[in-house]
């Protein structure tokens, strides 16, 4: 081998997986065109917009600082690369109560907003691209059971209804010590996500618990944080093109069909 052959070689082994690994995608994928709504189907034109509220940024930075990603993703991947679509609650519900089979697949959009996607290295944890929306369907069950029991209305629970941002500050600082089914689980605890403070009068509305004459409450980035996971949501009207189960969606109504015109017509000649 000579040693112009040799450097060639080595040029080539080098520029192949650049140009398959980073060149072709990032073309490929740097100006991706919008979802735009379908009149027909979605009964709206437009493009569309995940709605994102929340300490979004800050939040989103946090989650990064804090090795989140290690073990949780926000990635619903679509059918061909996983089966991330049939999990439910990951991305969409299965039989959510407005609008059917919610399920479809991450899109960019959804990270509109935030310095950088916080799709995730590993899956250690469970996914938590639509976590927000599984607190707010917990807390819909959680009182429902609990009206049940006490014998009242859900709208007349007040202090005793269910309270998701309570919760995800419980699980922030320590899930093993707070919360029911996670008696073994294998997410750090935070504590520097509170702090320490003596009760006056009836104390904080947000602390995560007391101990003699002292009460443990979230701090700015506990808050930023908490916020930011409230708001992981997949729902949104989506338009019905991004659904993984089309035919299973409730919403929009589905068209009427168009065959049954010619058939009368038919009829009338015979
Ligand atoms: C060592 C890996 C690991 C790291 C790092 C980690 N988690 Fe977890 N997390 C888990 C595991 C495992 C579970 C499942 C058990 C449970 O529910 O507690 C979990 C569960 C959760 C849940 C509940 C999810 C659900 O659907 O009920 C939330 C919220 C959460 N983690 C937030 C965080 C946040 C925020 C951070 C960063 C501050 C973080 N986790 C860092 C492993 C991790």
Redesign the pocket.
């Known amino acids: 081998m000579t040693v112009k052959t040799f450097f060639y070689g080595l040029s080539a082994s080098f520029a192949i997986p650049w140009l398959i690994m980073v060149a072709i995608p990032y073309g490929s994928m740097s100006s991706m065109p919008n979802v735009e709504y379908d009149e027909n189907k979605d009964e709206k034109t437009g493009t569309f917009q995940p709605l994102h509220s929340g300490r979004l940024g800050i939040g989103s930075m946090i ?1 990064a600082q ?3 990603t ?3 993703s926000q990635l619903t991947r679509p059918t061909y690369a996983g089966n991330d679509v049939f999990r439910d609650g990951q991305g969409g519900f299965k039989a959510d109560p407005e609008r059917g089979d919610t399920r479809r697949i991450t899109n960019y959009m959804d990270f509109d907003g935030e310095d950088m996607a916080n799709i995730g290295e590993t899956r ?3 996914d ?1 691209g639509n ?1 927000g929306s ?1 607190v707010s369907s917990k807390t819909v069950e959680e009182n429902a059971v609990l009206a049940k029991e006490l014998g009242v209305d859900v709208s007349e629970l007040g202090d005793n209804a269910f309270n998701g941002e309570l919760y ?1 500050y419980q ?2 600082f320590d ?1 093993r010590k707070f ?1 029911v089914n ?1 008696k073994k ?4 605890k ?1 504590p520097r996500f509170f702090e320490k403070k003596k009760i006056y009068g009836q104390g904080a509305v947000d602390a995560v618990f007391e101990k003699d004459g002292y009460q443990y409450v979230p701090n700015d980035r506990g808050r930023a ?1 908490a916020s930011y ?1 409230l708001n992981l949501k997949r729902d949104g009207d989506v338009p019905v093109s991004m659904i993984y189960n089309k035919a299973k969606l409730l919403k929009p109504a589905p068209a009427p069909k168009k065959e049954e015109k010619p058939k009368e017509g038919a009829e009338e000649a015979k």
């Open positions: 989650y804090e090795g989140c290690m073990c949780h250690i944890g469970p938590l976590f599984r995800v699980h922030l899930p919360i996670a689980s294998n997410c750090p935070n944080i996971l």
